[in-house]
């Protein structure tokens, strides 16, 4: 199975932060990359599909980059609206497999 | 509008059986792979199975801590998706969400205790 390590668990950032979240699989993952927001009670809310492309109406703050193991999600600037969970998950070989989750908390 | 509806959560014994449905709309079910995602309270997502089109013959794959418990299917005819859990544990206590990865239902409790 591949294992996908997510850094940091948490994160304290200030409104207008420009802060960066990263997952890094076990082995190649070809880009099958998705990252997802998740708000307290709520089910996650995909952000980033295949490393970089934005899912439709979600702001241009959040970009994603990466390649091979490695894999990043940036927002450019804190919104309060962005403070939530944030996964990875990696679907390109079963099983999928998602990252232990970063915390993203207001300073 | 893409939507995803999941039922049939609840209370339940070790040991005993539950199945899930998703009713779907808004998107073209029948050539969609779907997926069964839970959260433990607290915890974070673990994929549990997924169940392909029928190009791909409607193979379907699951989880190491599901396997031979769960069962994956679905309807093309009513656009719905189903997880029957058998043998349920403490530890499959969790809500379960439908999803396409890209579109997520809004999730059922499912509690096993005693």
């Known amino acids: 199975d591949i294992q996908m390590t997510q850094s940091p668990s948490f994160l304290s950032a200030s409104v207008g932060d420009r802060v960066t979240i990263n997952c890094k699989a076990s082995q190649n993952i070809n880009k099958y990359l998705n990252w997802y927001q998740q708000k307290l009670g709520e089910a996650p809310k995909r952000l980033i599909y295949?490393?970089?492309n934005l899912q439709t109406g979600i702001p241009s703050r959040f970009s994603g980059s990466g390649s091979g193991t490695d894999y990043t999600l940036t927002i450019s600037s804190l919104q309060p609206e962005d403070f939530a969970t944030y996964f990875c998950l990696q679907h390109n070989s079963f099983p999928f497999t998602f990252g232990s989750g970063t915390k993203l908390e207001i300073k | 509008e893409v939507q995803l509806v999941e039922t049939g959560g609840g209370l339940v014994r070790p040991g005993s059986s539950l199945k899930l449905s998703c009713a779907t709309s808004?998107?073209?079910?029948?050539?969609?792979?779907m997926n069964w995602v839970r959260q433990a309270p607290g915890k974070g997502l673990e994929w549990v199975a997924l169940?392909?089109?029928?190009?791909?013959?409607?193979?379907?794959n699951y989880a190491e801590s599901v396997k031979g418990r769960f069962t994956i299917s679905r309807d093309d005819s009513k656009s719905r998706v189903y997880l029957q859990m058998n043998t349920l544990r403490d530890q499959d206590t969790a809500t379960y969400y439908c999803?396409?990865?890209?579109?997520w239902g809004q999730g059922v409790m499912v509690t096993v205790s005693s």
């Open positions: 999803t396409r990865l890209g579109y």
């Open positions: 808004g998107f073209t079910f029948s050539n969609t792979w």
């Open positions: 169940i392909k089109d029928k190009y791909s013959n409607y193979e379907a």
């Open positions: 295949n490393t970089n």
